[in-house]
């Protein structure tokens, strides 16, 4: 073990010159994810959607009446705006540069720190623009500023000369982006027409004193070539056209828009529209700052306790008593959602914003939609009846389904007999509980004395499940291990899986933090993927995260999941005393209960991730499942071959 924590020989020390310092545009190229989310299609389409949130500032702060985004048949991009367009003049702090090329060149750089040239925006990070170019093999940025026209070119962040001015443009103002991802980072991937278009659209219902032109020179065949969007109604009109042929409780939506710096004295407002349906799903989308909240976050929350509130209040203005049962998840099952605010300096969680978190939105949003909304529902006594009543419906059938499950949970616990398999837990009811996939008899063992007997449940396999897509069909229905685990969770495969007979609110596969573990977590998520995908889509399928080794230097104690970062704590050190113990954990199993409860089963330690389908790669994700895990071997070595050249080290 003393050889772990000295320099083996011959090895280059390890010492100040060791730090790697890099340069804003190398970080970006060699960490897309920590900027963009990855090298993904949402990641490349994320691109665009950075530069023409650019423009909806400009055209919030009212500066700018058009954006016109393009898509070229060279796979560029463009988008141009009538904006002020970005300062050109030389920056104050490095007087060789300009302001244009420090925005497209540093990280963190732009006019949305202090407040003085947007109340408002959706690009507050200052890395947009540069992010995007960074990645961009060729990016040019054209800049019309008190009627002269300058110019810049980029590949792959680098400058390739200095900003240039082309001449005079009495008519023209703004600024326009066009730019071509890169294939070292992005490889195959394109731009596709119809998520551009569908964000050109969106855009415009999102701020109604702007138009949003569309162009493309690839056809698609469903795309229109070109549009103009502009929507006076805003998110009245949009909801509208989602729901259009749709019967609705409420003859019109409830919508409307509210001004923060009347009612609170500060800069912003928020807009929303609902409406309630028999004929769909309920969904909400919310926006802040013309960005896509696509998790939702703190406006939403603020959003969903004003409706909630409006709805008992005026049940029991009528007297019905039921209204009290409702909660935010009858409000969501049939509610159909808009809800976009503009906030000064949001606070996200991430760089691609997917929630929102800022404290404030919460309380000022719920108190401009509570006023509104208790009037709407006393001026519309109509549409306010039928909306109680099917929300009531809604509470009665959420109530009976639980009493259901209850009664189906005891009856099924009692006629399950995998005596040695299922290990389960005593609760009487789905929520909160929890199933464990594990490796094996011994892993079921470590799992037994680390669980939670109230809430979590085991159940052990033999090995690798079955490829569900490598087999005959008619393995499914014979195999052992499919079969107990399809008794375990109470449902059928297929057609004949039903979501409400599911016995458990979380399904994580736990398996070893190894290759083979690895392979198995492969065959079980094809399992679900292909025969219970609604349990994926619905967020009750999980992967746990055990650790490969753990690390003791006297009283300290650490858990590590690779190699990687096994040998980075070894140069650090633990804090403690000694020698620095090293155990790698061949299989959950050889782990004792308190390790494994520790850092795997206790909800307050461990961690887990959500397997999820992408929302936006409609039949791409079955596609590749089918290519990577079918019958075919050649169609899985086609991929290794396509994409070996962007695999990155990994740490393991």
């Not at 909400?284 to 709805?311: D, M, R």
């Not at 409000?331 to 969680?349: D, Q, T, W």
């Not at 837990?425 to 789905?430: E, F, G, H, I, N």
């Not at 052990?460 to 107990?484: F, Y």
Request: glycine share 10%; hydrophobic share 35%.
């Amino acid at each position: 073990m003393t050889d772990l924590l000295s320099d083996a020989a011959g090895a280059p020390a390890y010492d100040a010159s060791s730090i790697q310092v890099l340069e804003d545009m190398e970080h970006v190229r060699l960490r897309p994810g920590m900027y963009i989310g990855g090298k993904d299609e949402r990641a490349l389409h994320h691109m665009v959607a950075e530069i023409v949130d650019n423009s909806m500032d400009e055209a919030v702060a009212g500066h700018a009446t058009w954006i016109e985004i393009e898509l070229h048949a060279n796979g560029h991009v463009s988008v141009r705006d009538n904006g002020r367009g970005i300062p050109t003049d030389p920056h104050p702090k490095d007087p060789s540069k300009s302001a244009l090329e420090i925005i497209f060149c540093t990280l963190n750089a732009g006019g949305k720190f202090s407040g003085d040239s947007y109340q408002t925006s959706g690009g507050l990070h200052g890395v947009g623009s540069s992010v995007v170019n960074a990645l961009s093999d060729h990016l040019r940025v054209e800049v019309a500023r008190n009627k002269e026209l300058f110019a810049m070119e980029f590949a792959r962040g680098v400058p390739q000369g200095q900003l240039q001015k082309i001449g005079a443009a009495p008519n023209r103002r703004g600024t326009a982006v066009t730019f071509h991802p890169d294939e070292e980072i992005f490889g195959t991937l394109k731009l596709k027409p119809s998520r551009l278009f569908k964000m050109a659209r969106s855009k415009a219902y999102l701020f109604s004193g702007v138009e949003i032109r569309w162009k493309t020179e690839i056809d698609d065949g469903d795309t229109p070539k070109s549009a103009t969007f502009k929507f006076p109604g805003g998110l009245a009109d949009y909801l509208a056209e989602t729901l259009s042929g749709a019967t609705t409780y409420a003859e019109r939506p409830f919508a409307g828009t509210v001004d923060f710096t009347e009612k609170f004295g500060v800069p912003g407002k928020v807009e929303w529209a609902i409406n309630w349906t028999p004929a769909r799903d309920g969904f909400i989308q919310s926006y802040c700052n013309t960005v896509p909240t696509p998790e939702g976050g703190t406006h939403e929350a603020g959003f969903w306790a004003a409706i909630l509130k409006g709805v008992k209040a005026y049940g029991e203005l009528t007297s019905n008593r039921k209204a009290a049962t409702i909660t935010r998840e009858d409000l969501i099952a049939g509610g159909c959602a808009l809800v976009s605010c503009f906030i000064r300096e949001p606070e996200f969680v991430g760089q691609t914003k997917d929630r929102l978190a800022t404290v404030d939105a919460q309380r000022m949003v719920n108190a401009a939609v509570s006023d509104h909304f208790d009037n709407w529902l006393a001026a519309d006594t109509k549409s306010a009846g039928a909306i109680l009543d099917f929300l009531i419906l809604r509470a009665e059938e959420r109530l009976r389904r639980k009493q259901e499950k209850e009664t189906s949970r005891k009856s099924a616990t009692k006629k399950l007999r995998l005596p040695g398999k299922l290990t389960d837990c005593t609760s009487k009811t789905r929520e909160g509980t929890e199933l464990f996939i594990v490796e094996g008899d011994s892993a079921g063992g470590s799992g037994k004395g680390a669980r939670s007997r109230e809430t979590q449940a085991l159940l052990p396999l033999k090995g690798k499940i079955l490829n569900v897509l490598g087999a005959a069909s008619g393995k499914l229905t014979t195999n052992a291990e499919i079969n107990d685990l399809c008794e375990a969770l109470g449902v059928g495969m297929g057609s004949k899986f039903k979501l409400d007979d599911l016995r458990y609110d979380k399904v994580i596969i736990m398996t070893d933090a190894d290759v083979d573990g690895a392979h198995i977590a492969s065959l079980l998520m094809t399992f679900f993927f292909t025969q219970m995908r609604p349990l994926i889509d619905n967020g009750h399928l999980y992967l746990a995260c055990p650790p490969l080794y753990r690390l003791t230097q006297g009283a300290k104690r650490l858990y590590v999941a690779s190699d990687a970062e096994k040998e980075r704590a070894l140069e650090k050190g633990l804090g403690g005393k000694g020698k620095i113990d090293v155990q790698r954990f061949k299989g959950l199993g050889e782990m004792d209960a308190k390790d494994l409860k520790e850092t795997t089963m206790d909800p307050a330690t461990r961690k887990l991730i959500r397997v999820e389908v992408a929302d936006d790669l409609p039949g791409e994700t079955g596609d590749l499942v089918e290519r990577l895990m079918g019958k075919k071997p050649e169609l899985r070595f086609q991929y290794i071959q396509e994409n070996a050249r962007f695999v990155e080290e990994l740490d393991v």
